[in-house]
């Protein structure tokens, strides 16, 4: 059964996680959360070590700038059909990365948005774009909440759409794991009559939680 429709993720590359005291004690940090989990609750502490609504770093818009050509020759005439994206700042940067302009982009939520996955101390947290820490695991329901009506949405788009976003919609959209998801990563998604979706790496990426893969990102 040939596919009806075939979208296009690209996940954002290597993203700004710490500020600079963040970077500069990142090792005493983590420690200080872990021994006194309240810290969570200050919101303006929390914006001072980690950063909130994070860009990607030029390291990522490198990478993100050298996949172009390649989502260019992927599609049949070099341009997307419809171009949506998320409402965060590495989804937006990754579309105008791509060579898209502002009026061509459609945004929502579901593409993903501010909010940003980051390590604090032993535990995962997502940090939102004010500053507010949500324990990943057990308290921040978009990806659950988001993924029928992201797959709903996905059946619906035109044929070559794409899509500047990050994990948010792999997770939701296609079943992955975050620690399953491609940085820097073009997916190409198949939608079927039935309605089944199925995705293969068309352009593999790199996983920024592993320490082998972010060292090997550094050299793209």
């Not at 303006?44 to 490198?62: C, I, Q």
């Amino acid at each position: 059964m040939d596919p009806i429709s075939i979208v296009y993720l690209v996940t954002h590359a290597d993203k700004e996680g710490l500020t600079w005291l963040g970077w500069f004690l990142e090792k005493w940090v983590g420690k200080l959360y872990d021994r006194w989990p309240r810290l969570t609750e200050f919101r303006w502490l929390n914006k001072m070590f980690w950063v909130a609504n994070p860009g990607m770093t030029w390291r990522g818009k490198r990478r993100i700038k050298k996949l172009r050509l390649v989502l260019e020759k992927l599609l049949p005439d070099g341009r997307p059909s419809k171009v949506l994206c998320g409402t965060g700042r590495r989804q937006i940067e990754v579309a105008l990365c791509l060579g898209y302009k502002l009026s061509d982009i459609f945004c929502s939520d579901i593409w993903g948005g501010p909010a940003t996955l980051v390590k604090v101390g032993s535990k995962r947290m997502v940090i939102l774009a004010d500053g507010t820490l949500v324990d990943y695991d057990e308290k921040f329901l978009s990806s659950k909440d988001l993924a029928r009506t992201a797959k709903d949405t996905l059946r619906g788009l035109l044929n070559n759409s794409v899509i500047p976003s990050g994990r948010p919609v792999a997770i939701r959209a296609l079943g992955l794991k975050a620690e399953q998801c491609q940085n820097g990563a073009i997916y190409r998604i198949k939608i079927f009559p039935d309605g089944r979706i199925e995705a293969e790496v068309a352009v593999t990426g790199v996983f920024l939680e592993d320490a082998k893969t972010r060292e090997a990102a550094a050299h793209v």
